[in-house]
Each structure stands twice: as C-alpha cells, then as structure tokens.
C-alpha cells in the first residue's frame, strides 16, 4: 500500500464531498497546479484508491423502505459462509454487507420499495438459505445523515 501525502489527502477529501469538480476547480482549494492534480487523480484511479465517481439519488426518485439486518449465521465455514455472501453480493437490494463482532455475524443495510418487497427479499435471500440460523430486521424511520464518505485525517 502507497503513502498518501497531504496533497493527496485532501484531494480525496474534496473529491469525496464531489467527485465532478474539475483539476482547474481543486487547485483553488489545494496549491498545486491542475495538471499536477489531474495526474494525481488519474493515478489514484488507477492505483484502486479512487474505486468509483456515483451519484447519491435522493429519495425524491420514489419512496424507499430501507433495513438494517442482523445476521447469525448457522454454520461457519468457510465454502457455505463464502457462497452467502456471492448470494448477498449479487442482491440489487443490498446496500452493504458488513461483518461484524458480537452476537451476530453479518449487518445487512436493504433498501426496498415496500414491505412486500422486502418480505419477499427476506424469504428468497435470508430465510431459505440453510447458512443463516436466525436475521432480524430494523427499519429506518427517517435518514438524518448518510454519506459513504471516509474521513480521511491529513498528516
């Protein structure tokens, strides 16, 4: 893994809150000239640092349910763990896949249209599936913050 120097940093930093803004645009906020910035974000592309440009949809698009999802798994080795998680990863539904510590396994985030949906998403990706012991479900009741921002501190 490369070191990140300051420069670096707060490209990603600045890049993370808007991945349109253009070299000419960052240079004004970091001292380097644009040409330098864009090779280093074209090598940050290339490197893996930078994995994605995405835009963040509001909910204005269509009213969503979304899930939180606990997971205890039922058998924990390693060919059935690897085979659920090929399954969770290929759900459109899915948001995040999160292994986590404690009493259960796995931490589901699921966005869904509805409660229908999201009952049939649990009965076809959880409650069929002979990995998973036991789920339980919490639901959103309102996003006060969402980002998918790293908080990178700067040396």
Do not use: C
């Amino acid at each position: 893994m490369r070191e990140w120097d300051n420069y670096d940093r707060a490209l990603l930093s600045l890049l993370q809150e808007d991945a349109l803004r253009t070299a000419e645009d960052l240079a004004r906020d970091v001292a380097l000239s644009p040409s330098a910035i864009a090779r280093r974000v074209r090598r940050m592309r290339e490197d893996g640092t930078i994995l994605a440009d995405r835009a963040v949809v509001s909910e204005k698009v269509g009213p969503f349910l979304s899930a939180l999802v606990d997971i205890q798994l039922d058998r924990h080795a390693l060919p059935e763990v690897e085979a659920l998680l090929r399954r969770l990863d290929g759900r459109r539904e899915i948001q995040a896949v999160l292994e986590v510590a404690g009493p259960f396994d796995l931490v589901l985030v699921v966005a869904v249209a509805d409660m229908d949906a999201f009952n049939m998403f649990a009965d076809e990706a959880l409650a069929s599936d002979p990995a998973v012991r036991r789920y339980e479900s919490r639901f959103v009741k309102r996003r006060r913050k969402f980002t998918t921002a790293w908080p990178i501190p700067r040396g």
